[in-house]
């Protein structure tokens, strides 16, 4: 059984920082893909950015040149650092993990709000 540990939401004013965590847990599996995603109120759920277990990382467009993914496979936990955050990155993000058995977890999310 999987289980994601995620942290590091909260109230930021725009131009701010925010690093949100996702830490995972599960005997014997192997982490692929980890990955996070936003949905605001109103609006389906949408990619923020995901990270293969060899580093490769994917963005979407809105966040390009602003977040920045990134991993530590020894503690299986996803990183995402939050920069130059915009009142429209208020969202719930939620953690993704794809193990190596090919399922897919989520976390139960975190609350980012950016004020203008």
């Known amino acids: 059984q999987v289980q994601l540990v995620e942290s590091g939401g909260g109230l930021v004013q725009a131009g701010g920082s925010l690093r949100l965590s996702c830490a995972a847990s599960g005997s014997g599996l192997v982490f692929m893909s980890m990955g996070w995603y936003r949905q605001a109120p109103g609006k389906q759920r949408e990619l923020v950015a995901t990270i293969s277990r060899t580093g490769s990382a994917n963005y979407a467009d809105s966040v390009k040149g602003r977040f920045t993914i990134s991993r530590d496979n020894a503690k299986n936990t996803v990183y995402v650092q939050m920069n130059s955050l915009k009142p429209e990155d208020t969202a719930g993000y939620y953690c993704?993990?794809?193990?190596?058995?090919?399922?897919?977890?989520w976390g139960q999310g975190t609350q980012v709000t950016v004020s203008s």
């Open positions: 993704k993990v794809v193990t190596s058995r090919l399922t897919e977890v």
